[in-house]
């Protein structure tokens, strides 16, 4: 299904996260939302690149154990992990064990903190590919929503050169979602309206 749909509560909603009470409240209460924590931002670029071949509800279900492992996302603890670290992560059967993107959140902690050190922060950098304002689209089905855009190439190439990983153009895309750099729920879901009203800008 390609179009909102009306749950049991009487809302309309986006197709995808169904009727599972987990991805229901992600998607009413974060997915969308204009986030602008430089640290909040990080974590968030790192879990859509953990979901890289999966599926969101996957990485969803995990988070807690996401979290707890990556020492709660703080850049400055995951940028010191030595291999012994990484192997320990490579066991934790609470999260999806992938050496290559554990080792690329580790390399993109770091390349966060340079960021930070020597401007112009991590949240600066990404919001002023949108100028500071989220972009509101008008889609009625997710069969119009992209996988991907000029933006999401742009920032997707500014950020691999300095150092992330795992932040491929529909990663990107993904992601300026989630954190609602762009309003892409369809204009007949409940929460459109209501994010419209966030998109001011910083």
Not at 118 to 145: A, E, H
Request: with cysteine; net charge positive; aromatic share 10%.
């Amino acid at each position: 299904m390609s179009i909102a749909i009306s749950h049991p509560d009487g809302l309309t909603r986006c197709p995808w996260p169904k009727l599972d009470p987990l991805y229901v409240a992600y998607h009413d209460d974060e997915w969308g939302v204009p986030e602008f924590d430089d640290r909040a931002l990080y974590e968030k670029l790192v879990l859509d690149g953990f979901q890289a071949g999966l599926s969101w509800i996957t990485i969803l279900r995990k988070r807690d154990n996401f979290r707890r492992a990556f020492s709660e996302f703080q850049p400055e603890k995951i940028a010191r992990y030595t291999p012994k670290k990484v192997e320990r992560l490579m066991q934790d059967e609470g999260i999806v064990r992938n050496r290559m993107k554990i080792e690329g959140t580790v390399l993109s902690a770091r390349a966060w903190l340079n960021v930070m050190d020597k401007g112009p922060g991590f949240s600066r950098l990404l919001w002023d590919f949108v100028d500071g304002k989220p972009k509101i689209n008008s889609y009625r089905s997710t069969k119009q929503i992209p996988a991907e855009n000029a933006v999401s190439q742009k920032m997707s190439k500014e950020l691999a050169s300095r150092g992330f990983k795992f932040c491929g153009p529909t990663i990107v895309y993904a992601f300026m979602q989630a954190v609602g750099m762009v309003n892409d729920h369809l204009v007949s879901c409940h929460r459109y309206a209501a994010c419209a009203k966030l998109a001011k800008p910083r």
